[in-house]
């Protein structure tokens, strides 16, 4: 897995063009075909790349190696959260009538009912009379809070996938490679696209 086409076809690089066409498309992605949709835009947008590396005369095991990361390893792991995350998305976010401000002002008098009974009984040692306005406000971000949650959460995914992939090349870069396989590194890909 030597890459002599240059930095912009490191495996982290790549998966990262590739992710973030997917979540380009994926709040338009049809629920019933979605993992298709999802393989079929990172199918072409490697189909793009891979244009771009032949033109630098890139090796044809390198781009295998690649082209199998991204299919076998980092699109499976991004479709199941991606379906999740645009349900929830669809949904708004799970949260009555969707977090609209008669909503918001349910959950910040929900809340603020709930923080005077916990200041209220006298078990629960909780020694300010502010924290029932404390959960009142909280309460009235709570479809905020929400979104952001599962937001970072999946954009933590998708950090993850990118730096899992720049790490797995970096460690396997020459390592365990015979003097065949450095050889077949030096020498140019073939120019047909794969798919």
Known sequence: ?????GPEFDFGHVVYAVLQECEHRRRGLDPADFDDGIETCAREKLRQIKA???EFSGSKSYWEALEREVLETV???????????????RSSWNVFRGGDIAARFAF????LVVGSLIVAIP?????????????TVAAF???DIKRYFYERQFSKLLNRLV????RYQDNARLSYMTRREIQESFEPGTKQITG
């Open 52 to 54: 771009a590396y032949d």
């Open 1 to 5: 897995m030597l890459n002599i086409a």
């Open 141 to 143: 971000f709570y479809p």
């Open 123 to 135: 078990w629960i040692p909780i020694f300010e009379n502010m924290f029932a306005f404390a959960l």
């Open 108 to 111: 910040a008098f929900c809340g």
């Open 163 to 166: 730096l899992e992939s720049a």
């Open 75 to 89: 699109v499976p792991q991004y479709t199941e959260p991606a379906r999740i995350i645009t349900a929830l998305e």
